[in-house]
């Protein structure tokens, strides 16, 4: 059998019974990772089909890619071998994997296969980020394979991420032999209760048989409703055990399908259109849910001429170039992206979760307008702000039935918010995204600016987290859904030279650039190995300020610029970079180069883009700027800072 997270730590339950669980007694809560599931608002894998008796408790059949196997039909195998095939049926072709004891047989299963490539991290939390990166840039399910013990929770960083971002993720980690689960054996974390609470669903596989079935569900519930990290624990017996695979089993997961959002219902859409015909100063809020729906939301938009703001995940849904984009709205959004929310009369909030960064004193957001909000997760809807209507069910369906609408009825509504959009475009001139230069030192904005015109918008952008990050969103104009990638719900550090990773292995033509901070960068430096190794063209542009720069910037702004362990640098000698980073770079035979002066900042972007293979430039800036505007945490509208930095005392 295979055992799956429950509430019990010594009961192990199959997924359709944990799962129906909380359908079938109503005072049990529902709880994000047995959410409703739908056509994703992600790419779901071409291989997925699902039979019409998914609609019921009747098991259902997903068919896999087929391919010719390495062994006859009835040959034993190990099941290590079973779960590489399993893999290929799912139609992975690169894995993020990071051997050890209780893993060795899945890699040595993995120089067997002729389909699935690993890419070695150089450590597991690389090895995670790198598959988020994979998966956040193609819309396809990330897998990367870990030990146990420290190499499972290696992993937990990632798993939390994926969760919070909803990203789709396989995660499969080798256990001790099930004879030693529990004995505090050399090197046993139970992994499947560690990670419980931050993954969508997780699996201890007892019996080698449940390989097939327990991987096919794994991938159908990452990709599937609010996408989500699944993972796979595999005792080293089992990978050792020989069996013969049985491919055509079915899966039953009850619970989870019956909680399967409809069709939008029609009346509620013509409900929204009414609102919208009703309306004098609607503007759309939209989210990472969007980003499946890229199409459809363009669409709306050129039906109805409504502006567009978007969160730090729903970056590139919508065209931040096009004259109907407000760019981003939140606490470090743009004036007049906060100003339409605040100002307007109808929030059209679609595939969004209402996140205090967003709206900052809910009792103030939005406080004039009507909500309507569309989110394929029911938790999400009336958890933090109650909407007057709202629709579980997929955005692109959504999407599709409301332009239809506005289709069929566009003589007859006549929608004009040509004077709602001139007066945010007064708000545009009157509070530009701006930045100060000083003397020769490099504005860090305008670094991320000169970036975007000489890539003309078009490269995939991955970032740590920190200033750096805010400056990349505001500053970097993107055209298109799944070329931003950060991490948003989490914060991780360290997140973006392996996200770069794995974007360039599922984007091999693609530019990609890791817009870093020193801070971030150092975090997961290891992984220019991997860079170098992999000969992934990969650039490094390094914001480096030598300090934590948005807690310095919070410290500026409300501790005195009292400064508790935000330097980064040597205490010693304070005139000197350090670390020198680019010695990390030639300690890896990855060119790289300094620049402190902005006359000098275009040639050595042109260089670095111009360079084939890897490239790192570490570009010095001071760390005396804020990220702004800034609206306070649990501030509202009111309270938006627009001026000042660390040269300034407060």
């Known amino acids: 059998m295979a055992a799956t997270s429950s509430s019990q730590a010594t009961t192990f339950t199959k997924p359709s019974s944990f799962l129906s669980s909380s359908t079938t007694n109503p005072s049990l809560p529902i709880y994000r990772f047995t959410l409703p599931t739908t056509q994703s608002h992600r790419n779901k894998p071409p291989h997925l089909h699902i039979t ?57 299963a993995l120089t067997r296969s002729n389909i699935i490539r690993n890419i070695l991290p150089r450590h597991e939390q690389g090895g995670v980020f790198a598959a988020e990166g994979y998966a956040r840039s193609s819309g396809l399910p990330g897998v990367c394979i870990a030990t146990s013990g420290p190499g499972a929770t290696n992993l937990v960083s990632g798993l939390a991420d994926a969760l919070l971002d909803s990203v789709p993720l396989v995660a499969i980690t080798g256990q001790v032999p099930r004879r030693m689960i529990g004995t505090d054996a050399f090197q046993e974390t139970p992994i499947v209760e560690v990670t419980r609470s931050i993954t969508k669903h997780n699996y201890l596989v007892l019996d080698v048989d449940d390989i097939p079935r327990v991987v096919s569900e794994a991938f159908f519930l990452a990709t599937s409703g609010r996408p989500g990290p699944v993972l796979i ?47 004098k100063k609607p503007v759309l809020y939209v989210g990472g849910g969007c980003l499946n729906s890229s199409e459809e939301l363009r669409r709306f938009v050129e039906l109805t001429g409504i502006p567009v703001a978007s969160t730090l995940m729903g970056l590139g849904a919508f065209p931040c170039t096009d004259d ?46 009507k909500i309507v909000h569309i989110d394929i997760d029911s938790a999400e809807i009336g958890k933090n702000k109650q909407p007057h209507v709202s629709v579980c069910g997929d955005v692109k369906l959504a999407l599709k039935g409301i332009n239809k609408i ?36 490099i504005p860090p904005q305008y670094a991320i600016s000169v970036l975007d015109e000489l890539t003309n918008g078009n490269a995939i952008i991955s970032t740590g987290v920190g200033q750096h990050q805010m400056w990349a969103a505001q500053f970097y104009k993107y055209k298109r859904p799944r070329q931003w990638l950060t991490s948003g719900g989490l914060g991780a550090m360290g997140f973006g030279l392996p996200a770069a990773i794995g974007a360039a292995v599922a984007n091999p033509d693609a530019v990609v650039v890791d817009i870093d901070g020193d801070g971030s960068f150092i975090m997961n430096v290891q992984e220019l190995a991997t860079i170098r ?30 400064r508790a362990h935000t330097y980064l640098g040597d205490p010693s000698n304070e005139s000197e970079i350090f670390p020198n980073m680019l010695k990390f770079a030639e300690a890896c035979g990855i060119p790289a ?36 505007p800034m609206i306070p945490s649990g501030g509202a509208f009111k309270d938006v800072i627009t001026e000042g930095d660390g040269r300034i005392k407060y």
């Open 324 to 369: 109907l984009s407000l760019q981003m709205l939140g606490m470090h959004g743009t004036v007049y992206a906060n100003y339409s929310v605040d100002k307007s009369d109808l929030l059209l909030a679609f595939g969004v979760r209402f996140d205090d960064r967003v709206t900052g004193k809910l009792e103030s957001f939005a406080s004039r307008a």
């Open 52 to 108: 019409k008796s998914a609609l019921t408790s009747q098991p259902i059949t997903i068919k896999t890619h087929q391919q010719n196997s390495r062994f006859a039909p009835d040959e034993p195998r190990k099941g290590s071998d079973i779960l590489v095939e399993a893999l290929e049926r799912e139609g992975v072709k690169h894995v993020f994997a990071y051997p050890g004891g209780a893993s060795m047989e899945i890699h040595q």
């Open 593 to 628: 180069a300094r620049v402190s002066r902005k006359e000098d900042l275009r040639g050595a972007l042109q260089k670095m883009l111009d360079t084939p293979g890897p490239y790192l430039l570490d570009v010095i800036v001071p760390h005396q700027e804020h990220v702004l």
């Open 533 to 562: 190794v992999e000969n992934l063209p990969i650039k490094i542009m390094l914001l480096n300020n030598q300090h934590l720069g948005m807690v310095v910037q919070w410290e500026d702004r409300f501790y005195k610029a009292n």
């Open 406 to 441: 506005l289709e069929n009825k566009a003589e007859k509504l006549n929608l004009d918010f040509s004077s709602w959009n001139d007066e945010l475009n007064d708000q545009k001139k009157k509070f530009p995204l701006t930045f100060k230069t000083f003397g020769e030192a």
């Open 233 to 279: 624990d595999i005792p080293k017996d089992i990978q050792q055990q020989l069996a013969v695979p049985n491919w055509n089993q079915s899966i039953k997961l009850p619970g989870y399908l019956s909680r399967l959002p409809k069709t939008p219902d029609e009346a509620l859409l013509e409900q929204i259109v009414r609102l919208i015909s009703e309306s």
